[in-house]
């Protein structure tokens, strides 16, 4: 890292694990840029895994997929990917992709491993699913059929500009622990259906983060300050709820007014840093 200064430090060493002084590393890729430039990066490689299987499973509502994926988590089934659309996400996707995927609640599973531990946690995932009314539960280990599997995950953002050329995507993205998980959709989801404009919900619910998308005019002050006063209420929901306002899309501006409401007095320490 090159700190303000212009002075060139590394943070870290190539062994596993360290308990000598503060983990700069972690320090500063968490402060999104604000306490140096990061120059140079040492990855750590994982192995392809022996077999990769892909599922998809339709749920009636909300909830009851949310339910499946917390009890998944709490059976130990390492999941190696677990996304969530809601059924104005799959209709887009439907049109766009030419899919014909029911239009409800959907989960998209990802399982690695060797064949034998494959094939057990997709049926293992397939029971659960079944249990809280999932439905239609394809999986397949084949390359070609697991990408089309997934691909109304890959092919949202498109789908979702192809429902209003012109148009761009308004997104806000928050984290909340994944009891509240289904409570905090819900709330989205209403919100959304409550304004004038068309929105979807995706999710990586396997730890609780969901994205939920408007399509705006970027050129109408009356959707922007719509869609703002979604994004709001959004954050406020998290908060509520004991989440974040941000999982992964980070602060910027629009967030600004969230950060003392979330951190506190430890704002004041971020800031001393």
């Known amino acids: 890292v090159v700190t303000p200064d212009g002075t060139p430090i590394h943070t870290g060493s190539r062994a596993r694990k360290s308990s000598t002084g503060y983990d700069l590393t972690h320090l500063f890729v968490g402060a999104e840029g604000t306490l140096g430039l990061i120059t140079e990066l040492t990855v750590r490689l994982h192995p392809i895994p022996e077999m990769v299987s892909s599922a998809v499973c339709a749920f009636e509502d909300v909830g009851e997929a949310v339910q499946a994926v917390i009890e998944t988590v709490q059976y130990g089934i390492p999941v190696a990917r677990v996304e969530f659309m809601d059924e104005v996400a799959i209709e887009g996707t439907n049109a766009y992709s030419g899919l014909d995927l029911k239009v409800t609640p959907t989960l998209f599973f990802e399982f690695h491993g060797t064949p034998a531990w494959v094939d057990e946690q997709s049926r ?40 209003r050329p012109g148009c761009e995507l308004f997104t806000g993205d928050i984290c909340v622990p994944i009891s509240r998980l289904a409570e905090s959709i819900v709330a989205a989801r209403e919100d959304i259906d409550a304004s004038f404009l068309k929105g979807q919900i995706i999710g990586h619910v396997g730890d609780g983060n969901f994205h939920a998308g408007l399509s705006v005019d970027p050129n109408d002050p009356d959707e922007m300050a719509r869609a703002h006063e979604f994004t709001h209420a959004l954050g406020e929901t998290a908060l509520r709820l004991g989440g974040t306002v941000s999982g992964e899309h980070g602060i910027g501006i629009g967030k ?16 001393a840093i």
């Open 124 to 163: 293992l995932v397939a029971e659960i699913a079944s249990g809280h009314g999932g439905s239609d539960f394809r999986w397949s280990t084949d390359p070609d059929e697991r990408a089309k599997l997934w691909q109304a995950r890959h092919d949202i953002y498109w789908a979702t500009k192809a429902q």
């Open 256 to 271: 600004q007014s969230f950060m003392d409401a979330e951190h506190g007095a430890a704002l004041a320490y971020m800031q």
